[in-house]
């Protein structure tokens, strides 16, 4: 019998440099209209959308981990058994309270007008 393949693939295929900036080159076009004579907003704009990028692809890799591990996993340690919150969902919670926090940031630092369309499309998007 042929083994059956997962239909989500691992944390290591989903984690990587190429995905990252897919998720950045995403998010830089939804705020490529933003123009400011300082440059250091703009260097902090772009910091953020770094790390927004990051925080989304690795929320992702957590997310299949989940998926394919479930919520609980069983340790077993000499001869006891312990189940345990898997690892995944932490690190999913803490990436989805500063991915929150830090779309907050990036919608704020867009003109008033821009504000209401980009949170329209984000909400789309599935960000929100």
Same mark, same amino acid.
């Given at each position: 019998?042929?083994?059956?393949?997962? /239909?989500? %693939?691992?944390?290591?295929?989903? &984690?990587?440099?190429?995905?990252?900036?897919?998720? +950045?080159?995403? #998010?830089?076009?939804?705020?490529?209209?933003?123009?400011?004579?300082? %440059?250091?907003?703009?260097? #902090? &704009?772009?910091?953020?959308?770094?790390?927004?990028?990051?925080?989304?692809?690795?929320?992702?890799?957590?997310?299949?981990?989940?998926?394919?591990? $479930? #919520?609980?996993?069983? /340790?077993?340690?000499?001869?006891?058994?312990?189940?345990?919150?898997?690892?995944?969902?932490?690190?999913?919670?803490? +990436?989805?309270?500063? +991915?929150?926090?830090?779309?907050?940031? &990036?919608?704020?630092?867009? %003109? %008033?007008?821009?504000?209401?369309?980009?949170?329209?499309?984000?909400? &789309?998007? $599935?960000?929100?």
């Amino acid at each position: 019998m042929a083994e059956k393949k997962n /239909t989500i %693939p691992g944390n290591s295929e989903i &984690l990587t440099e190429q995905n990252v900036k897919k998720e +950045y080159n995403a #998010l830089r076009r939804m705020f490529r209209s933003v123009k400011d004579d300082d %440059p250091d907003k703009m260097k #902090l &704009l772009e910091r953020i959308i770094e790390e927004v990028a990051f925080q989304k692809v690795a929320m992702k890799a957590a997310r299949a981990d989940m998926i394919i591990h $479930g #919520l609980q996993t069983t /340790t077993k340690n000499a001869s006891q058994k312990f189940v345990k919150e898997n690892p995944a969902v932490q690190t999913y919670d803490k +990436y989805a309270r500063s +991915y929150a926090s830090n779309m907050k940031t &990036l919608i704020d630092m867009l %003109p %008033p007008k821009q504000k209401k369309e980009v949170s329209r499309v984000m909400q &789309l998007r $599935g960000d929100m």
